[in-house]
């Protein structure tokens, strides 16, 4: 396991490559994240690192929280976040977090929020082809039809797909490339759309599979290096 960030998305926009090629890019605005706790293996049985992120009135605090700061001696911050690590030993209270701590990375996964949809019915929510526009059916063209069974089982099944509540449901996406890094802005650039609304909070997380693939700009310098190559045999 390794430390991650938090971030908002800023909304989506283009990016031109070195190739001239147009790649499709959210736009996150990372937070830094201030250390607030080094959890040991002697105090709680795991290695862990707790980092607090985005920083809140003091007005918005329980008194609980109140006395947690002051002990820690920090602004108070809104989220805080645990990230179980292999080794600790390299943080410290107090220390600060940022866009760094990817430097060396190509792909990250990232967690975040779906849009909620409310209340939907199941041609929306499941893509059901609704009952028949004439012949007989009155009154209910999008309704899911039967549910259940006769007397036995006599009973709808759990996980029956229905009209309900859409959306708004933790999703993560995995192995989304970087495509540009700007630690001065703390923005980063991600291939791809992300799940979520405008402003709404992401969590970045080094990817947790290993990722053989190549980056596009990695890709359009294979393909220069091949035309060149096969250029010098003729």
């Known amino acids: 396991m390794s430390i991650g960030l938090i971030g908002t998305k800023i909304g989506m926009t283009r990016e031109f490559m070195d190739s001239g090629q147009s790649v499709p890019v959210t736009v996150i605005k990372v937070e830094k994240g201030r250390v607030l706790d080094v959890i040991t293996k002697e105090k709680r049985g795991y290695n862990a690192v707790k980092v607090g992120f985005f920083n809140l009135k003091s007005s918005k605090l329980t008194k609980q929280m109140k006395g947690y700061f002051a002990k820690k001696k920090t602004e108070p911050k809104k989220i805080l976040k645990e990230f179980r690590v292999d080794n600790n030993?390299?943080?410290?209270?107090?220390?600060?977090?940022?866009?760094?701590?990817?430097?060396?990375?190509?792909?990250?996964?990232?967690k975040s929020k779906t849009i909620g949809k409310g209340f939907a019915g199941v041609m929306k929510r499941w893509n059901f082809g609704g009952l028949r526009a004439s012949h007989?059916?009155?009154?209910?063209?999008?309704?899911?039809?039967?549910?259940?069974?006769?007397?036995?089982?006599?009973?709808?099944?759990?996980?029956?797909?229905?009209?309900?509540?859409?959306?708004d449901k933790l999703r993560t996406i995995l192995n989304l490339e970087i495509v540009k890094s700007d630690l001065e802005n703390n923005l980063l650039y991600l291939k791809g759309s992300i799940p979520g609304s405008k402003n709404s909070t992401l969590l970045l997380r080094e990817s947790v599979k290993d990722v053989t693939r190549k980056t596009t700009k990695e890709k359009y310098?294979?393909?220069?290096?091949?035309?060149?190559?096969?250029?010098?045999?003729?």
């Open 136 to 167: 007989g059916v009155s009154v209910s063209h999008r309704s899911h039809g039967s549910t259940g069974q006769r007397q036995d089982p006599g009973k709808v099944f759990k996980g029956k797909k229905m009209a309900g509540h859409m959306g």
């Open 89 to 110: 030993d390299q943080f410290k209270e107090g220390n600060e977090l940022g866009l760094e701590i990817f430097k060396d990375k190509k792909f990250l996964d990232v």
């Open 221 to 234: 310098e294979a393909k220069i290096k091949a035309a060149a190559a096969k250029k010098g045999k003729k």
